[in-house]
């Protein structure tokens, strides 16, 4: 049996999934990214699913890819060919990437420590990321001769613009979590004992919420980020025809002008 590199709990609408080495500050290897993909897929899959809470366990959310991975790790012999790094980002990290920005549900990341290279992109990639007052996040990349991968070079000009993305992609520095925030690099920073508990209730919140109008707010941001205002505004008009004739709006409607809490269902 193979180890459980994601720990899985479902609590009504929410699925938690924590990384789970933390022996490692759980660090990315093939295996851990191949769990985490397939949990993705069976929480994308499973109806009773509306909104996934990402973690790490133990002290950090992720130090990042593990070094010693034999897809990553250099041969010390002089003679040995070198690894093919964008292989393991083609067959690994590319597809955990897309299938997280796809997701047919929220995703919030509660970051509880470190988040460092691919862990912190990992971690932007979500929809609303919250972190502890003891969290930090480093674009680590560069200390080793690398670019940011996993999302980032595209994530971080976005989150903070370009001037502030590049600092951070060459210099590497450590930016704590209440510096990321003013940045607004992530959403929220809360105590360190109170982060797992306000991750969850934002969860739940999400979770009661209209996923499928929640998902195409997401969609719509990002496809404007490389449309004209134009475009943009017929693209908005297109989905919110879509979300018209959904359950949702006739719902969320007669629960406001009835005075009740509305009971969303599409997906």
């Given at each position: 049996?193979?180890?459980?590199?994601?720990?899985?709990?479902?609590?009504?609408?929410?699925?938690?999934?924590?990384?789970?080495?933390?022996?490692?500050?759980?660090?990315?290897?093939?295996?851990?990214?191949?769990?985490?993909?397939?949990?993705?897929?069976?929480?994308?899959?499973?109806?009773?699913?509306?909104?996934?809470?990402?973690?790490?366990?133990?002290?950090?959310?992720?130090?990042?890819?593990?070094?010693?991975?034999?897809?990553?790790?250099?041969?010390?012999?002089?003679?040995?060919?070198?690894?093919?790094?964008?292989?393991?980002?083609?067959?690994?990290?590319?597809?955990?990437?897309?299938?997280?920005?796809?997701?047919?549900?929220?995703?919030?990341a509660a970051v509880n420590g470190v988040a460092a290279g691919a862990g912190a992109n990992l971690a932007l990639g979500c929809d609303i990321v919250l972190?502890?007052?003891?969290?930090?996040?480093?674009?680590?990349?560069?200390?080793?001769?690398?670019?940011?991968?996993?999302?980032?070079?595209?994530?971080?000009?976005?989150?903070?613009?370009?001037?502030?993305?590049l600092e951070l992609a060459l210099l590497g520095d450590k930016l704590k979590a209440v510096d990321a925030q003013a940045l607004g690099l992530i959403a929220?920073?809360?105590?360190?004992?109170?982060?797992?508990?306000?991750?969850?209730?934002?969860?739940?919140?999400?979770?009661?919420?209209?996923?499928?109008?929640?998902?195409?707010?997401?969609?719509?941001?990002?496809?404007?980020?490389?449309?004209?205002?134009?475009?943009?505004?017929?693209?908005?008009?297109?989905?919110?025809?879509?979300?018209?004739?959904?359950?949702?709006?006739?719902?969320?409607?007669?629960?406001?002008?009835?005075?009740?809490?509305?009971?969303?269902?599409?997906?």
């Amino acid at each position: 049996m193979s180890e459980q590199l994601i720990q899985i709990e479902q609590h009504g609408g929410v699925c938690l999934l924590r990384l789970n080495r933390p022996e490692a500050l759980n660090a990315f290897t093939s295996a851990l990214l191949v769990q985490l993909r397939q949990a993705l897929e069976t929480a994308a899959n499973d109806a009773q699913t509306r909104c996934v809470l990402l973690t790490g366990a133990g002290r950090a959310f992720s130090a990042g890819q593990d070094l010693a991975d034999p897809h990553v790790a250099p041969s010390r012999d002089p003679g040995a060919a070198p690894k093919d790094i964008g292989h393991m980002l083609d067959q690994y990290y590319i597809p955990l990437a897309l299938r997280l920005r796809s997701m047919p549900v929220p995703v919030v990341a509660a970051v509880n420590g470190v988040a460092a290279g691919a862990g912190a992109n990992l971690a932007l990639g979500c929809d609303i990321v919250l972190a502890a007052e003891g969290a930090s996040f480093i674009q680590a990349f560069s200390r080793i001769g690398l670019l940011p991968d996993c999302g980032g070079t595209w994530l971080l000009p976005r989150l903070v613009g370009r001037a502030k993305a590049l600092e951070l992609a060459l210099l590497g520095d450590k930016l704590k979590a209440v510096d990321a925030q003013a940045l607004g690099l992530i959403a929220r920073v809360v105590p360190d004992a109170e982060l797992q508990d306000a991750a969850m209730a934002l969860a739940q919140k999400l979770a009661g919420m209209p996923t499928r109008a929640l998902v195409e707010t997401r969609r719509a941001m990002d496809e404007a980020l490389k449309l004209d205002y134009e475009p943009a505004l017929k693209r908005e008009a297109a989905l919110q025809s879509q979300l018209g004739f959904a359950h949702d709006y006739l719902e969320g409607v007669a629960a406001f002008m009835d005075k009740r809490q509305p009971e969303f269902k599409d997906r």
